[in-house]
């Protein structure tokens, strides 16, 4: 099974997270952010990743540094999660729709932090989550997961409803990038470098 759990602590947040690439979905999420772990639902039960979150931040400032740190730890725990990736895919997309939004995300496990983020949200707010902080959730995650990321909603006209296809799809692209590949060995990096 190829599960991780980090912590990190500092002075305007403490985070625990557990993760688990090889899960079923399982997931309990307290993040002190009702909308994020509305979110980070959709990454467990759409990835088949169990996922247990953990999260006291300083949200009597703002929620900024809790979903960024949250981010890094998620990060963290991938990236030891999946290892060396030897016999997976590496890479992984998916195109997600809800009612009238539709997104579409691609992953490459590919050693290297990269985003590419093309969101145009229809409002700037979901309830009481600023929805600027989901480009830095995904900024933490590939910057400490070493993975290349591309965001695009394509269509929306609901905020909710654009975040919700975005991860989604992220989840279903993951999902797929850390499959097995059944055409090479369980000892084969896939990559002509010969590491990720």
Known sequence: MRTAEISRDTAETQIRVSINLDGTGKRSLDSGLPFLDHMLDQIARHGLIDLDVKAKGDLEIDAHHTVEDLGITLGQAF?????DKRGVRRYGHAYVPLDEALSRVVVDLSGRPGLEFGVQWKRSMVGQFDLDLIHEFFQGFVNHAL???????????????????????FARALRMAVEPDPRLSSETIPSTKGSL
């Open 79 to 83: 990236a030891k999660a999946i290892g």
């Open 147 to 169: 993975v290349t990321v591309h965001v695009d909603n394509l269509k929306g006209d609901n905020a909710h409803h654009q975040c919700e296809t975005i991860f989604k799809a």
